[in-house]
Nanobody, 114 residues
């Protein structure tokens, strides 16, 4: 059973930055896609960004130009650099590893508020 642990969530003011990390208990090179999702209260979980093993990235329109996803297969980690944060970015952020099976982390809370 692969374990994914997110970290880096915090309370930040609008316009601020945060860097989320997802640490895997096994080699992430086995997962073709790694992704970040988020879920705000009352909303469905939505894709924020994804990255393939080859480094191809995909972003939700709402975060394009502000967020950057990266993965380090050697360190079994994935990161999400979030800049110019807005109150609408407030949510629990989840890490997903997609391969033969899908694995989710427990989530980390990001709150953007003044």
């Amino acid at each position: 059973q692969v374990q994914l642990v997110e970290s880096g969530g915090d309370l930040v003011q609008p316009g601020g930055s945060l860097r989320l990390s997802c640490a895997a208990s096994e080699m992430i090179a086995r997962f073709y896609i790694m992704a970040w999702y988020r879920q705000a209260p009352g909303n469905q979980r939505e894709l924020v960004a994804s990255i393939t093993i080859g480094g191809r990235t995909n972003y939700a329109d709402a975060v394009k130009g502000r967020f950057t996803i990266s993965r380090d297969n050697a360190k079994n980690t994935m990161n999400l650099q979030m800049n110019s944060l807005k109150p609408d970015d407030t949510a629990v952020y989840y890490c997903l590893a997609q391969g033969e099976d899908d694995y989710w982390g427990q989530g980390t809370q990001v709150t953007v508020s003044s």
